[in-house]
């Protein structure tokens, strides 16, 4: 990596670590950000020097500290009436101790990521827009050379005995501030800090490099194999070529890893969309999540989402895999900073556990090189991933969908749904509940089926649901109800053999054998979930060795679960 680079990454990395230690050392918001601003040009004046040390932070942790305290005002946060009274708890708690005490305690809790007593400070600071390092080095290599012509200029004075030697006792000390005009365009009405956000076009220079994605998926060789203003059949599951597709600019570049011997194959992808306002950036950014949420390849499986936390103004991350030949997990990530949606993806061959750690990385510096721009929203403020329910998406998004369902073992074609119908029939119960969804008081009932043609299995194979709603008090009852009678079951049912796989307070999942000749048994794996009044029962008839784990049926219950959200009240 060059210098540029390593600089460009650190930058990136630290700056709102601290940005946070300094507000929480001054109470002082603007005060802080300008401190790490003004450090970090120093940062490049020295990154000669720093560059050898093998921790930096602690040098430039004191100078943001040193500006941040000569920037502040005593208890500033007293004056904000709209501050978070967590915030200003925590900020009168830390003011109570010395500040050698206080920094002490602040190194203290840095490692690793944000102690729970820094988490309130970190969301109180998230969001903000930050200059591109470009900027940051330009200035800093300004600092630099301004700092040798006044040194030359000062050996001149003296030997003429020139009054320059007390022109400026303190030095020249070029700011961001101080150097806006030479180093970029100032948008119209732009002035102070706002002069460094330069209004700028998406060109390829926006995008990731392959340094950049180095830091982000480790452990592999990274080379670009195409960048292109074509986004058709990038992603999977990706319906048209544009999620805007008024968007004035965009991009999308290709990226392979090299492969090592019994390593699994990697490829990564980064697109970009401008939109030309926020509310068409925010519909894209709409479009994109409903790509994945929804997924309509055959074949994929939707595996999770994560909400991310504290990155740009919206972020998601999704889980998917492909059980085609050959399979493929992806891991995709959506965020919106202002105008600007930009799309990662990671894609490892096989069935691999996904690196969501990695794709996150990757979803950090993509935001972070678009966020300061005049085109940007918010920057990224130690982002945390939060794992969330399936948003609704389907042709009924109460109930499960083929994008929700694992293969069986050995079947290779996708599933296949019927179009729900009325639960007139109870089609996923089992002989031991007989359940009933229909009738006495049960509304928006539904009831579908998935099955997998033309793959030569038995008549009964296939998963099957049916849901329905009643008042919470009823439908309480009546999972407690069907668990009683599965519970009763081999009493009642000779030949039947029920033996309970896993359950909570709103679900619980089965495996049912009865024995219908000498030789012959039939296996039915059902489960049933509640979410308040609403109720999702699922069956699975698997053929011989054609089945699922347990643990794949039992995640197939939770997602009913899910499901059941978007059921009408």
Same mark, same amino acid.
């Given at each position: 990596?060059?210098?540029?680079?390593?600089?460009?990454?650190?930058?990136?990395?630290?700056?709102?670590?601290?940005?946070?230690?300094?507000?929480?050392?001054?109470?002082?918001?603007?005060?802080?950000?300008?401190?790490?601003?003004?450090?970090?040009?120093?940062?490049?004046?020295?990154?000669?020097?720093?560059?050898?040390?093998?921790?930096?932070?602690?040098?430039?942790?004191?100078?943001?500290?040193?500006?941040?305290? #000569?920037?502040?005002?005593a208890? =500033?946060?007293?004056?904000?009436?709209?501050?978070?009274?967590?915030?200003?708890?925590?900020?009168?708690?830390?003011?109570?101790?010395?500040?050698?005490?206080?920094?002490?305690a602040l190194i203290g809790e840095t490692d690793p990521g944000t102690p729970r007593r820094l988490e309130p400070?970190?969301?109180?600071?998230?969001? /903000?827009?930050?200059?591109?390092?470009?900027?940051?080095?330009?200035?800093?290599?300004?600092?630099?050379?301004? #700092?040798?012509?006044?040194?030359?200029?000062?050996?001149?004075?003296?030997?003429?005995?020139?009054?320059?030697?007390?022109?400026?006792?303190?030095?020249?000390?070029?700011?961001?501030?101080?150097?806006?005009?030479?180093?970029?365009?100032?948008?119209?009405?732009?002035?102070?800090?706002?002069?460094? /956000?330069?209004?700028?076009? =998406?060109?390829?220079?926006?995008?990731?490099?392959?340094?950049?994605?180095? #830091?982000?998926?480790?452990?592999?060789?990274?080379? =670009?194999?195409?960048?292109?203003?074509?986004?058709?059949?990038?992603?999977?599951c990706q319906r048209r070529a544009f999620a805007d597709p008024k968007a004035s600019t965009a991009l999308v570049r290709n990226f392979t890893a090299r492969h090592e011997k019994g390593e699994p194959q990697l490829a990564a992808v980064q697109a970009m969309e401008l939109s030309s306002d926020?509310?068409?950036?925010?519909?894209?950014y709409a479009t994109a999540n409903g790509w994945f949420a929804g997924c309509s390849m055959p074949g994929m499986q939707l595996l999770s989402v994560r909400r991310i936390q504290r990155l740009g103004d919206d972020a998601q991350q999704y889980v998917l895999r492909?059980?085609?030949?050959?399979?493929?997990?992806?891991?995709?990530?959506?965020?919106?900073?202002?105008?600007?949606?930009?799309?990662?993806?990671?894609?490892?061959?096989?069935a691999h556990r996904p690196d969501l750690a990695g794709n996150l990385r990757l979803l950090v510096i993509a935001v972070d090189d678009l966020c300061s721009t005049s085109l940007g929203g918010h920057c990224s403020a130690l982002p945390k991933a939060v794992t969330v329910p399936a948003p609704a998406a389907g042709r009924l998004p109460m109930m499960l969908s083929e994008?929700?369902?694992?293969?069986?073992?050995?079947?290779?074609?996708?599933?296949?749904?019927?179009?729900?119908?009325?639960?007139?029939?109870?089609?996923?119960?089992?002989?031991?509940?007989?359940?009933?969804?229909h009738g006495r008081g049960w509304k928006h009932d539904a009831t579908r089926s998935f099955l997998v043609p033309g793959a030569h299995l038995a008549a009964a194979f296939g998963i099957t649901e049916t849901v329905g709603r009643l008042p919470d008090a009823r439908a309480k009852r009546f999972v407690d109800g069907v668990r009683s009678k599965l519970g009763s079951c081999p009493d009642r049912e000779l030949g039947t053999k029920v033996l309970r796989l896993a359950g909570g307070p709103t679900w619980t999942a089965w495996r049912v054998r009865t024995q219908v000749t000498a030789k012959q048994t039939v296996t039915f794996l059902m489960g049933i979930? #509640?979410?308040?009044?609403?109720?999702a029962q699922v069956g699975f008839v698997p053929d011989g060795r054609h089945t699922m784990t347990t643990a794949q049926f039992v995640a197939l219950v939770h997602r009913a679960g899910e499901r059941l959200r978007a059921m009408p009240s």
């Amino acid at each position: 990596m060059s210098d540029a680079e390593r600089f460009d990454a650190y930058y990136a990395e630290s700056r709102d670590r601290l940005l946070v230690l300094a507000f929480a050392l001054t109470g002082d918001l603007p005060a802080s950000r300008g401190a790490v601003r003004d450090s970090f040009v120093a940062v490049w004046h020295h990154w000669s020097k720093l560059k050898r040390l093998e921790d930096p932070e602690p040098w430039v942790r004191s100078h943001v500290w040193s500006h941040a305290q #000569r920037r502040h005002t005593a208890r =500033i946060w007293h004056r904000d009436r709209k501050l978070d009274p967590e915030v200003k708890a925590t900020l009168d708690e830390l003011a109570k101790l010395p500040v050698a005490d206080r920094k002490a305690a602040l190194i203290g809790e840095t490692d690793p990521g944000t102690p729970r007593r820094l988490e309130p400070l970190a969301e109180h600071c998230a969001g /903000q827009r930050w200059p591109r390092a470009t900027i940051i080095r330009r200035a800093g290599t300004t600092r630099r050379r301004t #700092r040798v012509v006044v040194g030359v200029g000062l050996v001149v004075a003296t030997l003429v005995g020139s009054g320059l030697l007390v022109a400026d006792d303190h030095g020249v000390h070029p700011t961001l501030t101080a150097a806006g005009d030479r180093l970029t365009s100032v948008p119209a009405g732009g002035t102070g800090e706002d002069a460094v /956000q330069p209004e700028v076009r =998406i060109t390829p220079s926006s995008l990731v490099s392959t340094s950049q994605l180095r #830091r982000a998926v480790h452990g592999r060789v990274w080379r =670009i194999t195409g960048t292109d203003p074509k986004q058709e059949a990038t992603f999977p599951c990706q319906r048209r070529a544009f999620a805007d597709p008024k968007a004035s600019t965009a991009l999308v570049r290709n990226f392979t890893a090299r492969h090592e011997k019994g390593e699994p194959q990697l490829a990564a992808v980064q697109a970009m969309e401008l939109s030309s306002d926020v509310d068409a950036a925010r519909s894209g950014y709409a479009t994109a999540n409903g790509w994945f949420a929804g997924c309509s390849m055959p074949g994929m499986q939707l595996l999770s989402v994560r909400r991310i936390q504290r990155l740009g103004d919206d972020a998601q991350q999704y889980v998917l895999r492909s059980w085609g030949r050959p399979t493929a997990t992806f891991v995709l990530g959506v965020a919106r900073t202002g105008r600007i949606n930009t799309l990662t993806l990671t894609r490892t061959a096989g069935a691999h556990r996904p690196d969501l750690a990695g794709n996150l990385r990757l979803l950090v510096i993509a935001v972070d090189d678009l966020c300061s721009t005049s085109l940007g929203g918010h920057c990224s403020a130690l982002p945390k991933a939060v794992t969330v329910p399936a948003p609704a998406a389907g042709r009924l998004p109460m109930m499960l969908s083929e994008f929700d369902l694992p293969p069986a073992a050995g079947v290779t074609r996708p599933w296949v749904g019927t179009t729900p119908r009325q639960a007139l029939r109870n089609v996923a119960a089992t002989g031991c509940d007989d359940s009933s969804f229909h009738g006495r008081g049960w509304k928006h009932d539904a009831t579908r089926s998935f099955l997998v043609p033309g793959a030569h299995l038995a008549a009964a194979f296939g998963i099957t649901e049916t849901v329905g709603r009643l008042p919470d008090a009823r439908a309480k009852r009546f999972v407690d109800g069907v668990r009683s009678k599965l519970g009763s079951c081999p009493d009642r049912e000779l030949g039947t053999k029920v033996l309970r796989l896993a359950g909570g307070p709103t679900w619980t999942a089965w495996r049912v054998r009865t024995q219908v000749t000498a030789k012959q048994t039939v296996t039915f794996l059902m489960g049933i979930v #509640r979410s308040g009044g609403a109720v999702a029962q699922v069956g699975f008839v698997p053929d011989g060795r054609h089945t699922m784990t347990t643990a794949q049926f039992v995640a197939l219950v939770h997602r009913a679960g899910e499901r059941l959200r978007a059921m009408p009240s």
